[in-house]
């Protein structure tokens, strides 16, 4: 079983950064590929960006390209996720995913975790 928990949301001005990280356990990370994906009240979740766990290939949805940037730590089964020059539209829920296949569209995916809140305050 794997566990998937978040941290590094909260609330930020416009303009601002954060970093979220997901430290996974119960598998190792270096089976998937990673990803992280955001979901606002009332749509549907949205796929942010995903790395590939053999290439380390990044991808990244074109609202946050240049913005945002995925990074994983196989020694210690972590993945994050800078978030630089945040805008108020990118206030959601953020989720950290695991799956068997990342794309430039975005993933397959097999395990969730619980989320972490970003606020961005224009």
């Known amino acids: 079983q794997v566990q998937l928990v978040e941290s590094g949301g909260g609330l930020v001005q416009a303009g601002g950064s954060l970093r979220l990280s997901c430290a996974a356990s119960?598998?190792?990370?270096?089976?998937?590929?990673m990803g992280w994906f955001r979901q606002t009240p009332g749509k549907e979740r949205e796929f942010v960006a995903a790395?590939?766990?053999?290439?380390?290939?990044?991808y990244y949805t074109d609202s946050v390209k240049g913005r945002f940037t995925i990074s994983r730590e196989y020694a210690g089964n972590t993945m994050h996720l800078q978030m630089n020059s945040l805008k108020p539209e990118d206030t959601a829920g953020y989720y950290c995913?695991?799956?068997?296949?990342?794309?430039?569209?975005?993933?397959?995916?097999?395990?969730w975790g619980q989320g972490t809140q970003v606020t961005v305050s224009s």
């Open positions: 119960g598998r190792t990370m270096s089976n998937y590929d």
């Open positions: 790395i590939k766990r053999y290439t380390g290939s990044t």
């Open positions: 995913a695991l799956g068997r296949v990342a794309t430039d569209r975005g993933m397959t995916t097999d395990y």
